[in-house]
Protein backbone atom coordinates (compact mmCIF):
# COMPACT_ATOMS: atom_id res chain seq x y z
CA UNK A 1 0.00 0.00 0.00
CA UNK A 2 2.93 2.25 1.14
CA UNK A 3 4.25 1.42 -2.68
CA UNK A 4 1.77 2.01 -4.43
CA UNK A 5 0.99 5.33 -2.82
CA UNK A 6 4.60 6.70 -3.22
CA UNK A 7 3.89 5.71 -6.75
CA UNK A 8 0.85 7.81 -7.45
CA UNK A 9 2.71 10.29 -5.59
CA UNK A 10 6.10 10.33 -8.22
CA UNK A 11 3.79 10.13 -11.43
CA UNK A 12 1.74 13.43 -10.09
CA UNK A 13 5.38 14.50 -9.61
CA UNK A 14 6.60 13.95 -12.64
CA UNK A 15 3.45 15.06 -14.10
CA UNK A 16 3.82 18.69 -12.86
CA UNK A 17 7.11 18.47 -14.02
CA UNK A 18 6.70 17.98 -17.35
CA UNK A 19 4.27 20.65 -17.21
CA UNK A 20 6.21 23.45 -16.13
CA UNK A 21 8.82 22.72 -18.58
CA UNK A 22 5.57 22.81 -21.30
CA UNK A 23 4.92 26.23 -20.00
CA UNK A 24 8.70 27.28 -20.09
CA UNK A 25 9.51 26.29 -23.69
CA UNK A 26 5.97 27.56 -24.94
CA UNK A 27 6.46 31.15 -23.34
CA UNK A 28 9.97 30.91 -25.17
CA UNK A 29 8.64 29.93 -28.39
CA UNK A 30 6.05 32.47 -27.83
CA UNK A 31 8.85 35.71 -27.67
CA UNK A 32 9.89 37.51 -31.06
CA UNK A 33 12.74 36.53 -32.10
CA UNK A 34 16.22 38.32 -31.32
CA UNK A 35 17.20 40.96 -34.47
CA UNK A 36 20.68 39.72 -35.36
CA UNK A 37 22.29 43.57 -36.06
CA UNK A 38 23.77 44.10 -39.46
CA UNK A 39 24.45 47.57 -41.67
CA UNK A 40 24.48 47.72 -45.35
CA UNK A 41 26.53 50.67 -46.73
CA UNK A 42 27.86 50.96 -50.27
CA UNK A 43 30.20 53.39 -52.37
CA UNK A 44 28.25 56.60 -52.72
CA UNK A 45 28.75 60.53 -53.90
CA UNK A 46 28.58 62.99 -50.99
CA UNK A 47 25.28 64.74 -51.50
CA UNK A 48 24.04 67.55 -49.04
CA UNK A 49 27.04 66.90 -46.60
CA UNK A 50 24.97 63.81 -45.98
CA UNK A 51 26.18 59.84 -46.17
CA UNK A 52 23.53 57.68 -47.07
CA UNK A 53 23.29 54.02 -45.08
CA UNK A 54 21.13 51.17 -47.00
CA UNK A 55 20.09 49.42 -44.35
CA UNK A 56 20.38 49.16 -40.43
CA UNK A 57 18.52 46.88 -38.19
CA UNK A 58 19.21 47.40 -34.57
CA UNK A 59 18.40 44.87 -32.13
CA UNK A 60 18.00 47.67 -29.80
CA UNK A 61 18.38 51.69 -29.86
CA UNK A 62 21.50 53.14 -30.75
CA UNK A 63 23.95 54.81 -33.26
CA UNK A 64 25.12 54.66 -36.76
CA UNK A 65 28.46 56.46 -36.80
CA UNK A 66 30.65 57.27 -39.54
CA UNK A 67 34.48 57.97 -39.23
CA UNK A 68 36.83 58.68 -42.74
CA UNK A 69 39.28 56.15 -41.65
CA UNK A 70 42.27 56.37 -44.81
CA UNK A 71 44.21 57.90 -42.66
CA UNK A 72 44.70 58.70 -38.39
CA UNK A 73 40.59 57.86 -37.89
CA UNK A 74 38.30 60.84 -37.64
CA UNK A 75 34.80 60.90 -36.21
CA UNK A 76 32.29 62.13 -39.33
CA UNK A 77 28.63 61.88 -38.58
CA UNK A 78 26.16 60.36 -35.67
CA UNK A 79 22.75 59.12 -36.03
CA UNK A 80 20.33 57.74 -34.19
CA UNK A 81 18.08 54.83 -34.44
CA UNK A 82 15.57 52.51 -32.93
CA UNK A 83 15.36 49.16 -32.27
CA UNK A 84 14.12 47.41 -35.65
CA UNK A 85 14.94 47.88 -39.52
CA UNK A 86 15.71 51.15 -41.01
CA UNK A 87 16.72 51.94 -45.01
CA UNK A 88 18.43 54.50 -46.66
CA UNK A 89 19.21 56.08 -43.29
CA UNK A 90 20.92 59.43 -43.82
CA UNK A 91 23.86 60.49 -41.68
CA UNK A 92 25.37 63.90 -41.45
CA UNK A 93 29.36 64.18 -42.65
CA UNK A 94 30.85 66.69 -40.81
CA UNK A 95 34.29 66.88 -41.93
CA UNK A 96 35.49 68.52 -45.11
CA UNK A 97 35.80 66.71 -48.54
CA UNK A 98 37.52 68.55 -51.52
CA UNK A 99 36.16 68.18 -55.13
CA UNK A 100 37.06 65.49 -56.78
CA UNK A 101 38.13 63.67 -53.81
CA UNK A 102 37.61 60.64 -51.90
CA UNK A 103 37.39 59.31 -48.96
CA UNK A 104 37.39 55.77 -46.84
CA UNK A 105 34.63 55.27 -44.34
CA UNK A 106 33.39 53.28 -41.93
CA UNK A 107 29.86 52.65 -40.62
CA UNK A 108 29.59 50.75 -37.24
CA UNK A 109 26.54 50.41 -35.07
CA UNK A 110 26.56 51.08 -31.99
CA UNK A 111 24.81 50.14 -28.96
CA UNK A 112 23.51 53.21 -26.58
CA UNK A 113 24.47 52.48 -23.15
CA UNK A 114 25.04 55.92 -21.67
CA UNK A 115 22.79 58.85 -21.43
CA UNK A 116 19.97 58.76 -23.60
CA UNK A 117 19.76 61.16 -26.87
CA UNK A 118 23.97 61.55 -26.88
CA UNK A 119 26.25 59.41 -28.37
CA UNK A 120 29.43 58.41 -25.91
CA UNK A 121 32.56 56.87 -27.52
CA UNK A 122 33.89 56.10 -24.43
CA UNK A 123 30.53 54.45 -22.79
CA UNK A 124 28.42 53.03 -25.86
CA UNK A 125 29.88 50.22 -27.27
CA UNK A 126 29.72 48.72 -30.69
CA UNK A 127 27.46 45.76 -31.67
CA UNK A 128 28.97 42.33 -32.34
CA UNK A 129 28.77 39.61 -34.60
CA UNK A 130 31.14 36.56 -34.09
CA UNK A 131 32.63 38.63 -31.79
CA UNK A 132 33.45 41.12 -34.46
CA UNK A 133 31.64 45.19 -34.79
CA UNK A 134 29.30 45.40 -36.77
CA UNK A 135 30.65 48.09 -39.40
CA UNK A 136 30.29 48.53 -43.29
CA UNK A 137 32.89 50.15 -45.05
CA UNK A 138 32.79 52.01 -48.44
CA UNK A 139 34.29 55.10 -50.86
CA UNK A 140 32.57 58.63 -50.30
CA UNK A 141 33.24 60.50 -52.85
CA UNK A 142 32.77 64.15 -54.01
CA UNK A 143 32.13 66.05 -57.48
CA UNK A 144 33.06 69.06 -58.39
CA UNK A 145 31.70 72.05 -60.05
CA UNK A 146 32.50 70.92 -63.66
CA UNK A 147 28.97 69.92 -63.83
CA UNK A 148 26.35 67.30 -61.84
CA UNK A 149 26.24 63.43 -62.02
CA UNK A 150 26.61 60.23 -59.61
CA UNK A 151 27.50 56.53 -60.11
CA UNK A 152 26.05 53.51 -58.18
CA UNK A 153 27.51 50.45 -58.32
CA UNK A 154 27.95 46.91 -56.41
CA UNK A 155 30.43 44.37 -56.12
CA UNK A 156 29.83 42.25 -58.56
CA UNK A 157 30.91 39.24 -60.74
CA UNK A 158 31.94 40.21 -64.17
CA UNK A 159 30.48 37.80 -66.65
CA UNK A 160 30.90 38.19 -70.04
CA UNK A 161 33.39 40.92 -69.89
CA UNK A 162 30.65 42.98 -68.54
CA UNK A 163 29.90 45.02 -65.66
CA UNK A 164 26.85 45.65 -64.67
CA UNK A 165 26.37 49.37 -63.32
CA UNK A 166 23.13 49.86 -61.20
CA UNK A 167 22.62 54.10 -62.30
CA UNK A 168 24.52 56.90 -63.74
CA UNK A 169 23.11 60.08 -63.96
CA UNK A 170 25.00 63.36 -65.76
CA UNK A 171 23.69 66.73 -66.59
CA UNK A 172 25.85 66.76 -70.24
CA UNK A 173 26.86 64.18 -72.52
CA UNK A 174 30.22 62.43 -71.12
CA UNK A 175 32.07 59.00 -71.17
CA UNK A 176 32.30 56.31 -68.55
CA UNK A 177 35.26 54.57 -68.27
CA UNK A 178 36.08 51.62 -65.80
CA UNK A 179 39.80 52.10 -64.55
CA UNK A 180 41.81 49.43 -63.15
CA UNK A 181 43.61 50.04 -59.53
CA UNK A 182 46.90 51.69 -58.37
CA UNK A 183 46.42 51.18 -54.55
CA UNK A 184 42.67 52.62 -53.57
CA UNK A 185 43.25 55.36 -56.49
CA UNK A 186 42.43 54.53 -59.83
CA UNK A 187 45.39 53.71 -62.35
CA UNK A 188 45.98 56.34 -65.21
CA UNK A 189 45.29 56.26 -67.81
CA UNK A 190 44.51 52.15 -67.22
CA UNK A 191 41.09 52.16 -69.07
CA UNK A 192 40.02 48.54 -69.61
CA UNK A 193 36.09 49.71 -70.76
CA UNK A 194 34.39 52.99 -72.26
CA UNK A 195 30.87 53.98 -72.77
CA UNK A 196 29.38 57.22 -74.14
CA UNK A 197 26.89 58.73 -72.29
CA UNK A 198 23.84 61.52 -73.28
CA UNK A 199 22.71 63.35 -70.51
CA UNK A 200 20.26 62.10 -68.02
CA UNK A 201 19.89 59.52 -65.71
CA UNK A 202 20.92 55.60 -67.19
CA UNK A 203 20.00 51.93 -65.02
CA UNK A 204 21.00 49.04 -65.25
CA UNK A 205 24.03 50.11 -67.64
CA UNK A 206 25.39 47.57 -68.98
CA UNK A 207 30.01 48.49 -70.10
CA UNK A 208 31.83 46.02 -71.94
CA UNK A 209 35.72 45.91 -71.29
CA UNK A 210 38.02 46.39 -74.29
CA UNK A 211 38.72 42.59 -75.89
CA UNK A 212 41.61 42.31 -74.52
CA UNK A 213 40.72 43.24 -71.56
CA UNK A 214 40.38 40.74 -68.10
CA UNK A 215 39.56 41.44 -64.92
CA UNK A 216 40.73 38.96 -62.05
CA UNK A 217 38.80 37.40 -58.84
CA UNK A 218 39.52 40.27 -55.60
CA UNK A 219 40.81 43.01 -58.12
CA UNK A 220 39.44 46.72 -57.58
CA UNK A 221 38.14 48.63 -60.32
CA UNK A 222 37.19 51.82 -60.55
CA UNK A 223 34.40 53.64 -62.76
CA UNK A 224 34.53 57.18 -63.93
CA UNK A 225 32.63 59.75 -65.68
CA UNK A 226 34.46 62.08 -67.98
CA UNK A 227 32.95 65.03 -69.35
CA UNK A 228 33.68 66.01 -72.71
CA UNK A 229 33.92 69.57 -72.88
CA UNK A 230 37.45 71.15 -74.16
CA UNK A 231 40.47 70.84 -71.88
CA UNK A 232 44.66 70.23 -72.13
CA UNK A 233 47.09 67.90 -71.18
CA UNK A 234 44.57 64.58 -71.50
CA UNK A 235 46.94 61.87 -71.78
CA UNK A 236 44.33 59.70 -73.80
CA UNK A 237 41.13 60.99 -76.00
CA UNK A 238 38.70 61.72 -73.37
CA UNK A 239 37.90 64.66 -70.85
CA UNK A 240 38.13 65.77 -67.30
CA UNK A 241 36.85 63.35 -64.66
CA UNK A 242 34.27 64.48 -62.67
CA UNK A 243 32.59 61.51 -60.64
CA UNK A 244 34.64 57.97 -59.82
CA UNK A 245 33.11 55.75 -57.61
CA UNK A 246 34.88 51.53 -57.05
CA UNK A 247 33.61 48.31 -56.57
CA UNK A 248 35.52 44.61 -56.11
CA UNK A 249 34.88 41.81 -58.50
CA UNK A 250 33.36 38.93 -56.56
CA UNK A 251 34.78 35.42 -57.63
CA UNK A 252 32.07 32.86 -59.33
CA UNK A 253 29.74 31.59 -57.45
CA UNK A 254 30.25 27.51 -56.98
Given amino acids: M ?4 RGRKDRRCGWVGWLLVGLIVGCDA ?7 PQIVAGNQMLVNQQVKIKKVVAPAEGWVV ?15 VTEGTRLNLPVPYALPLGDYEAAWCSATLYRDLGRLGQFEPDVDRPFLVDQQPVEARFFLFKGGEVTDGWI ?7 VNQTVLIEEVGVAEPADLVIHRDAGNRPKVPGVIARKPLEAGIHRQLEVKLFPEETVACGERLWPMLHVRSVSDNQPYDIDKPIIMTSFVVLCASP
Avoid: K, N, S
Avoid at 2 to 5: C, H, I, K, Q
Fill in 66 to 80: VRRIDRTPQLAGVAA
Fill in 30 to 36: AQEPRLT
Fill in 152 to 158: VVDDQEV
Fill in 2 to 5: TVAM
